[in-house]
């Protein structure tokens, strides 16, 4: 087992204990299977990053809750550090570089997208706010069935508790940043 499967197999074992939930009552509230639930417990399956979202969202916590380890005081993060999670076919690359704090209530995320990747994104927890910085390529970004073309070096920011899709709309890979906050 690698050291992202096991940090979000201890985070997700250690999070339905705290909230005292069965596999079957966690899998009822975030729509994935008891066995699969069981499979990433145990460090048996890497899941992807939809399935990720799936479980942070009907447990109703962060993202990065499920992969954030210990706490530094100072540290550079190294980007081969990082392992992305997946989705698209290995054309969405999810890096968390800063995983969620509770204090703080957000998280940032870079994110690459190979060209024509789309990624479909379910609402997050009520007042969830997204701020996104493209930094390479062009995005276009659903949010609501309503479309925004936001271009390298621009920025949008929307309530993420409804339905988003990003979709790299440009000739060239798309490069993202991304700020979660959780108003909880």
Same mark, same amino acid.
């Given at each position: 087992?690698?050291?992202? %499967?096991? *940090? @979000?197999?201890?985070?997700?074992?250690?999070?339905?204990? =705290?909230?005292?939930?069965?596999?079957?009552?966690?899998?009822? *509230?975030?729509?994935? $299977? /008891? %066995?699969?639930?069981?499979?990433?417990?145990?460090?048996? %399956? $890497?899941?992807?990053?939809?399935?990720?979202?799936?479980?942070?969202?009907?447990?109703?916590?962060?993202?990065?809750?499920?992969?954030?380890?210990?706490?530094?005081?100072?540290? @550079?993060?190294?980007?081969?550090?990082?392992?992305?999670?997946? %989705?698209? =076919?290995?054309?969405?690359?999810?890096?968390?570089?800063? !995983?969620?704090? &509770?204090?703080?209530?957000?998280?940032?995320?870079? @994110?690459?997208?190979?060209?024509?990747?789309?990624?479909? $994104?379910?609402?997050?927890?009520?007042?969830?706010?997204?701020?996104? *910085?493209?930094?390479?390529?062009?995005?276009?970004?659903?949010?609501?069935?309503? &479309?925004?073309?936001?271009?390298?070096?621009?920025?949008?920011?929307?309530?993420? &508790?409804?339905?988003?899709? #990003?979709?790299?709309?440009?000739?060239? !890979?798309? /490069?993202? #940043?991304?700020? @979660? #906050? #959780?108003?909880?």
């Amino acid at each position: 087992m690698d050291a992202m %499967s096991s *940090m @979000i197999a201890a985070n997700l074992k250690r999070i339905r204990k =705290e909230k005292k939930l069965s596999l079957d009552n966690a899998a009822e *509230m975030t729509g994935v $299977s /008891k %066995s699969m639930l069981g499979q990433i417990e145990r460090g048996e %399956s $890497s899941p992807t990053v939809a399935t990720l979202w799936k479980i942070a969202t009907g447990l109703h916590i962060s993202f990065t809750a499920l992969l954030e380890g210990q706490a530094m005081e100072t540290k @550079i993060i190294q980007k081969e550090d990082i392992r992305p999670l997946l %989705s698209d =076919e290995g054309r969405f690359r999810l890096f968390p570089f800063f !995983p969620y704090d &509770d204090a703080k209530r957000f998280e940032m995320l870079c @994110i690459e997208m190979d060209l024509g990747c789309r990624s479909e $994104s379910a609402p997050h927890e009520e007042g969830t706010e997204e701020l996104l *910085m493209v930094s390479q390529g062009t995005l276009r970004l659903t949010v609501d069935g309503k &479309d925004y073309l936001v271009e390298a070096g621009n920025a949008i920011r929307y309530q993420a &508790d409804k339905a988003h899709i #990003y979709e790299n709309a440009g000739e060239t !890979p798309a /490069k993202l #940043y991304m700020v @979660i #906050y #959780y108003r909880k």
